[in-house]
């Protein structure tokens, strides 16, 4: 793996991430996902350690098998309402992981994709700021 590889910012024009694209970037610490990935191949991420937090946007549909394995530093993961499909031992080894952030009302959903983390299964409920009344304009 890539061994000067910091932070990672997935341009648009990107689809697809292919197998063991970045697996063994252990200095890698963030991943930007643009909308326009579609899917992400085995291995695509195993053994970037030093990852904590993963922000998958809506738009995703597939990870494939140990996408983040040994990921020892992921402590939480946000999947979106498009994910269809997770492959197996996606977290093998990720012992820090305690939060796998869902949408609202796909609880049904991530529990049959992933029956083994059902206790770290976090429902996000979708927040509408309220505008206080001095931040009014009159």
């Given at each position: ?46 053994g ?11 738009g ?73 009344s ?5």
């Amino acid at each position: 793996g890539c061994s000067c590889l910091y932070n990672l910012d997935i341009p648009d024009s990107v689809i697809s991430i292919g197998n063991y694209a970045f697996s063994g970037c252990y200095r890698l610490h963030e991943i930007v996902f643009p909308p326009s990935v579609f899917s992400s191949g085995e291995h695509a991420f195993e053994g970037c350690s030093k990852i904590n937090k993963i922000d998958i946007p809506n738009g995703i549909v597939s990870i494939d098998d140990h996408a983040f394995a040994n990921c020892n530093d992921l402590v939480s993961i946000n999947f979106p309402y498009t994910l269809q499909h997770i492959g197996k031992s996606i977290f093998q080894v990720c012992e820090s992981l305690t939060s796998i952030y869902i949408p609202e009302g796909c609880m049904d959903k991530f529990k049959q994709l992933l029956p083994q983390y059902i206790e770290k299964l976090v429902e996000m409920v979708e927040q509408e700021k309220e505008i206080e009344s001095d931040e009014l304009p009159f």
